[in-house]
């Protein structure tokens, strides 16, 4: 069983920056693969990022490229997402996802663990 806890949502204002942070417990943390899914007011939870297990390989969507950064750091369990430039509609809550069946089960939408979600509000 993984345990996922997610910190560092708020409010900010369009333009600025954002760090989530992700502390997960449990079997196997460090080989398993980590992301992180957002899901706004009257819509689907999406995809926004993910990375393997040695921090070497990240795939993003669309609307975060070159904008949003994913991180881990093994010796503390913990996964980042540094947010910048950020705008009104990256509002949403922000789900840390995990799954050691690796980025691909992230990708797909289905991975085996979440968080319980962190709430980013960005004012225009």
């Known amino acids: 069983q993984v345990q996922l806890v997610e910190s560092g949502g708020g409010l900010v204002q369009a333009g600025g920056s954002l760090r989530l942070s992700c502390v997960a417990s449990?079997?196997?943390?460090?080989?398993?693969?980590m992301g992180w899914f957002r899901q706004a007011p009257g819509k689907e939870r999406e995809f926004v990022t993910t990375i393997d297990w040695l921090g070497s390989t990240t795939a993003y969507a669309d609307s975060v490229k070159g904008r949003f950064t994913i991180s881990r750091v093994n010796a503390k369990n913990t996964v980042y997402l540094q947010m910048n430039s950020m705008k009104p509609e990256d509002t949403a809550i922000y789900y840390c996802a995990a799954d050691y069946r690796g980025t691909e089960a992230i990708v797909a939408g289905s991975p085996r663990y979440w968080g319980q979600g962190t709430q980013v509000t960005v004012s225009s």
């Open positions: 449990g079997r196997a943390v460090s080989s398993s693969a």
